[in-house]
């Protein structure tokens, strides 16, 4: 089922996040997942940013143009990660990142080239997978979500503000042409 999306800067993405112990009791939240990230055309999408403090994330690896190491039984083109443990490597890459939690930006973040993941799967196996560059800046960018951070939080402190500052007069500017038009529409 689709859920909305929360946007910065709404406090739940910056809460921590829950173990799962049992991963028959999250079925339901996987598919509003990867339900969720189909419909906003996203590339992955953790828990929390649907509102839900726990340590799940869904990741398409065709999005970063990998096969899928591990594919989902509900959507074989997501993976499913719960629990992960990353242990990041190799050299570093800026490459430019977008969420559907700060809608409407872009910012460039530095990022490790590989990344061991470890995971417990949908099935409650415990798993490891090696993700190359650009697999493994998508999982980094993830797994950050259930650490509380967004990818602005990996930028320079001014050159986050300003990114946070564009989203600002974007909103004012929207809420303001809502009301134009609701008094029109009287």
Known sequence: MF???????????????????DVTQIQDLVKDLIDTCNVK????LA????????QVVVIKPGAFG???????????????????????TGGEIEWQEGCLSLPGITGKVTRSETTLI???????E?????AEWPLSGGLQHECDHLDGKLFIHRMPKRKA?????RIRRKKRKERIKAKRAKRASR
């Open 41 to 44: 055309m996203g590339a992955g």
């Open 3 to 21: 859920r909305t999306v929360i946007e910065h800067p709404n406090k739940i993405l910056r809460e921590s996040n829950t173990k799962i112990e």
């Open 126 to 130: 415990t798993k490891r997978l090696i």
């Open 161 to 165: 503000a300003f990114l946070l500052d």
């Open 66 to 88: 990998k096969e899928n190491p591990d594919p989902s039984s509900y959507n074989p083109d997501y993976m499913v990660i719960v629990n992960p443990e990353l242990e990041n």
């Open 118 to 124: 470890k995971y417990t799967s949908e099935d409650g």
């Open 47 to 54: 828990a929390p940013q649907i509102g839900v403090n726990k």
